[in-house]
């Protein structure tokens, strides 16, 4: 994830591997899992332990991390952040308003979708470019990354708007040669950079304090959490 976002955007990122100890958590984050199953116990706390890592690098004081009514959590005054989390995975970006309007990152495994989940994900056009892709390029689930970027595009939509989408109102697409996406969304263009491991697959949007949601964004060269 480091490498998919401006360097002045603080990322930390786990494994998500069992510790000896589940991570330090405020007593208001505890509260709100008290009946969570341990699986969901466990990726709460560990991704809230790497947002924390992300706020005290970008010089934010780290305090609870509760989400609100809408499922998104909500960060401190001036902090834009975001969080993902999978099997094997967990991953904060924070940075300062004053630096970013908006950030999205997502982590997904690198591993095909249902059949009947990627035609809700994509649009005919998208298959088709999903179908160019798999020819060419047959080692990447195509699929799933094309999942993972519209997870960050909404990310870093939602707080702005306050607005949710559904996966056909962004059509994003795929540059294989350069790591990087493209998601258009009514008026709005938005740059994104993306990156396959063998086990994982992530991407990340970044959205510039001078920028707004009209016109083009870009990210510097280089899922509302659910």
């Not at 706390?45 to 004081?61: D, E, I, K, P, S």
């Not at 088709?128 to 799933?144: G, M, T």
Request: net charge positive; aromatic share 6%; with cysteine.
């Amino acid at each position: 994830m480091r490498g998919l976002l401006p360097a002045w955007v603080a990322v930390a990122e786990s494994d998500g591997g069992a510790g000896p100890r589940q991570p330090p958590a405020f007593p208001e984050e505890l509260d709100h899992i008290a009946h969570a199953v341990p699986a969901r116990r466990a990726e709460f706390l560990q991704v809230r332990h790497c947002a924390r890592r992300a706020l005290t690098a970008a010089g934010f004081q780290a305090g609870p991390l509760l989400p609100g009514p809408d499922r998104a959590p909500r960060w401190p005054a001036g902090a834009v952040g975001s969080m993902t989390h999978c099997t094997g995975y967990r991953a904060a970006a924070v940075a300062a308003a004053g630096r970013v309007r908006a950030v999205g990152i997502d982590a997904e495994p690198h591993e095909a979708l249902p059949p009947e989940v990627r035609t809700l994900v994509a649009d005919p056009e998208e298959q088709a470019a999903l179908r160019r892709l798999e020819r060419l390029h047959p080692r990447v689930h195509w699929d799933r990354l094309l999942f993972s970027a519209k997870e960050s595009v909404f990310k870093a939509w939602y707080p702005l708007t306050g607005q949710w989408l559904d996966f056909h109102d962004a059509r994003v697409t795929i540059h294989p040669g350069d790591g990087g996406f493209t998601a258009r969304l009514a008026t709005t263009e938005l740059h994104g950079r993306w990156a396959a491991t063998p086990r994982l697959l992530t991407t990340a949007v970044t959205l510039p304090a001078q920028r707004n949601l009209t016109g083009s964004a870009e990210n510097a060269p280089c899922r509302v959490e659910r």
